[in-house]
């Protein structure tokens, strides 16, 4: 079992298995840290593991009985969040849903402009100094 994400370079690699066409595989990187897993987690994926005599595979799949859209909305706004965190990832543009992407960004966006919003204004800088006062 070869881990795809170690041999490409990347944090992250989503992609459709051939054999397992009910799915789509997000396989991270051997040596992902919890919090990378943890987005993954939080994304709505399902975590897998596999342990063998060598390393300990973990890996991400969507949940079954997701229609082929679904799947694709799922993995495509996972990556928001992974590239926030700044890893780095691949996605197959097969499973990739183009709108599922600018509806992330869009609320990103709000979420940003949001925040930006509610936090207390910074003080202003002193304004410039007047001239000083003329002799006669």
């Known amino acids: 079992m070869g881990n ?43 975590r897998k593991t596999e342990t063998t005599a060598g390393p300990v595979y973990v890996w991400h799949e969507t949940p079954e009985g997701l229609s082929e859209k679904t799947q ?6 996972s990556m928001l969040p992974l590239l926030i965190a700044d890893y780095k990832v691949n ?20 979420q940003q402009a949001k925040a930006t919003q509610t ?7 002193p304004g410039p100094p007047g001239s000083p006062p003329r002799s006669r």
């Open 91 to 110: 996605i197959d543009p097969d499973v990739y849903d183009v709108t599922a992407w600018a509806e992330a960004m869009t609320e990103h966006r709000a």
């Open 72 to 77: 694709k909305q799922l993995v495509t706004r």
């Open 119 to 125: 936090q207390a204004p910074a003080a202003l800088p």
């Open 4 to 46: 795809l994400a170690d041999e490409s370079g990347t944090d992250v690699e989503i992609y459709r298995r051939a054999f397992n066409p009910d799915t789509i595989h997000v396989v991270s990187r051997s040596d992902a840290p919890e919090d990378l897993l943890a987005l993954l987690d939080r994304a709505g994926l399902e």
